[in-house]
């Protein structure tokens, strides 16, 4: 009897659209803030380098460079406190947690950018990172193959 009762809790605290998004994805979360009797909506951006936990009760950490400062906030998934979630771009990561990046600073915390191209005749993915003559390099013979 517990058990049905618990399913049948989840199925109604469950959020049915929720946006796709994996770890190393840069996004940004919006956050329904109260001040007083008025409501607004506050956007919080960063990198994702956690998720945790399943169903309901599932969390997710973004993680931020705010005046030299690392932030890190966790996230209830399914929160009717979190209006949207907006990915801007994907990375190409290896690990389930990048808790690594706590001890980077500047230019090191950014991770290797996962593009899709997409050519008229085959869709291919490629890698690129923002720095380095070699990316730069990829980058031009990407573009001039797409031309």
């Known amino acids: 009897m517990s058990q049905e009762l618990i399913r049948l809790v989840e199925a109604r605290a469950k959020k049915e659209n929720v946006s796709q998004f994996e770890i190393g ?10 001040e ?3 409501e607004r909506i506050q956007v919080f951006n960063g990198d994702v380098i956690a998720r945790s936990g399943s169903g309901v009760c599932e969390t997710f950490t973004v993680r931020r460079i705010v005046a030299g400062q690392g932030v890190e906030r966790k996230f ?8 949207l979630i907006e990915v801007l771009r994907s990375s190409v990561v290896r690990r389930a947690k990048l808790y690594y990046l706590r001890d980077r600073v500047g ?3 950014r991770l290797e950018e996962l593009r899709v191209e997409r050519n008229e005749a085959e869709a291919k993915v490629v890698k690129t990172k923002k720095r380095g003559k070699k990316a730069a390099q990829a980058r031009r013979e990407a573009k001039k193959a797409a031309e």
Not at 25 to 34: G, P
Not at 76 to 83: F, N, R
């Open 25 to 34: 994805d840069r996004v940004n979360v919006h956050c329904k803030i109260l």
């Open 36 to 38: 007083g009797d008025k």
């Open 76 to 83: 209830p998934l399914h929160s009717p406190k979190i209006a």
């Open 107 to 109: 230019k090191k915390t």
